[in-house]
């Protein structure tokens, strides 16, 4: 079994990054409403590893319910071409975050979240690619597990994860089959998989008589057990059948974070 060092393979890729932008101008807006304990978590993050490679973060806080303030602030950023990318941090208390998000310009959404991007994503003209979803391929590309020709079991069809990483695996020539809660059988489904991608946020959901032998496990999952941070997986008694299997912490999480950094560079270079 190898371990999938996520962690790892983004400190590679902030020295990378760092280089990059050095002849780039990046600025990052990251726009935030209310204090969700989680949220606050997530920003600090993307604000350190975005400013430790050399892009300039702004960080708008909106003590607000008044929906036409994010808007106008929203507006504003479109409109600033020294602002390269935009994020719009969920949740958006007491608001519509969907239609909020929506409002972003299309070039300048780091989270790939749009209509636009998505329908681009849909029509193999892929712009923008959702950051977990890149961080996920990036991972198995740099690995050297092979997407292409692969069966690929996806379990979570939500918005952020499921539906576009099946999207862009497809992309890549993978035959994917996209799980759910309403699924049938779904260890009949998992045993046959090459490789395992599980976004549920439900702990030991995946057990060792759901998986084949050498299969590879990608956990997206992240749950809270008795003070400990754990994934989908039923790690210790799984992993001794995988051929490589993330850990959590330190698997896709790492990747997320410095996949905005690589659409921010992308962004950059296109615009």
Known sequence: MI?????????ELLEEYKKKVEDLSISLAIIQVGNNEASNLYITNKIKYSSQ????????????????????????????????????????????????????????DVDGFTKENIYKLYMKEEAIIPCTVKGIIKLLDHYNIPISGSNICIIGRGNIVGKPLALALTNRDATVTLCHSKTKKLKDITKKADIIISAVGKPNMITEDMVKKDFVGIDVGINKVNGKTVGDFDFENIKDKASYITPVPGGVGPMTIAMIIDNLIEMAEKN
Do not use: W
């Not at 371990?3 to 400190?11: E, P, S």
């Not at 409109?79 to 998000?101: C, F, H, K, V, W």
């Open 3 to 11: 371990l999938i060092d996520g962690k790892k393979y983004r400190d």
């Open 53 to 108: 490679v050399g892009i300039n973060v702004e960080y708008f806080n909106l003590d607000t319910e008044d929906e036409k303030e994010v808007e106008e602030l929203i507006n504003q950023l479109n409109e600033n071409d020294n602002i390269t990318g935009i994020i719009l941090q969920s949740p958006t208390p007491n608001m519509n975050y969907d239609r909020l998000a929506e409002m972003i310009d299309s070039k300048k």
